[in-house]
């Protein structure tokens, strides 16, 4: 069984003993690397792994809520369980606001192991959590490169309103547009002939019976009209769908 790394922040080595004793009556194992200062504490969360964090929320040169901060900053990831004999518990209760996952008094100590087993499953769901976040960043920028680099002009459209939502750099080139000055105008600037282009509430049905495509005559910024062939899509954005209008040159 993969020991539980937990680094714990204490100034008081009878509280410490105290955790250790406590720890061992889990079935978990547990190795807890122990800090006694603001300084120390930064340098073990920097160079080392752990799995949770322990802290007494008073310190001599630091509290509960520099602890959480410092947490946050340096291991987003990690959990943080805050332990105090004194603390009232309106401002243990402030604690969670800042980002622990629980605080234990240390007259309850029969809370902890309930506690760890908590902050374990917590830790497991921000790494998740982060891991997709990097995943979806990452997506988010493949997506840009490929969409601002195809040879047509693509066009965004929000379904319910008509309005530009989003428009690659082809488009901007062919149709003498600023990407500020074109984006949340309605589809009808584009458009010279509007009767030849599909009215909105059409779109998705040609969509679903494969019609989405025809020619339009399509207006740039300068007034130039051109007859242009035309492609629609319906495509998932932001948890809505809507229309991707592509012109082919």
Not at 115 to 125: F, P, V
Not at 187 to 196: C, F, K, M, S, Y
Request: aromatic letters at 10%.
């Amino acid at each position: 069984m993969k020991k539980i790394s937990i680094l714990y922040l204490e100034d008081d080595d009878l509280d410490v003993e105290l955790i250790r004793e406590t720890l061992n009556l889990s079935t978990n194992k547990y190795s807890l690397f122990h800090v006694q200062n603001k300084s120390e504490f930064k340098i073990a969360l920097k160079t080392m792994k752990f799995d949770i964090i322990l802290a007494d929320f008073n310190l001599p040169d630091i509290d509960g809520y520099g602890v959480l901060y410092i947490a946050k900053e340096i291991t987003p990831d990690i959990p943080t369980i805050i332990l105090s004999g004194t603390i009232n518990e309106d401002v243990a209760i402030d604690t969670l606001k800042f980002g622990a996952v629980d605080y234990i008094f240390k007259s309850k100590l029969d809370k902890l192991l309930p506690a760890l087993d908590s902050a374990l499953k917590k830790g497991e769901e921000n790494r998740r959590k982060r891991k997709y976040e990097k995943e979806l960043v990452i997506s988010e920028s493949k997506y840009r490169t490929i969409f601002h680099s195809l040879t047509e002009s693509v066009f965004i459209i929000d379904p319910y309103t008509g309005k530009i939502i989003d428009v690659n750099d082809e488009a901007l080139i062919n149709f003498g547009y600023e990407r500020g000055k074109i984006i949340g105008q309605k589809i009808g600037v584009l458009v010279g002939n509007e009767t030849a282009f599909p009215e909105s509430e059409a779109l998705e049905q040609l969509y679903l019976t494969e019609k989405c495509r025809g020619e339009s005559v399509f207006v740039t910024k300068d007034g130039t009209e051109q007859k242009r062939l035309y492609r629609i899509r319906i495509i998932p954005w932001e948890d809505i769908r809507v229309w991707m209008v592509m012109i082919i040159e």
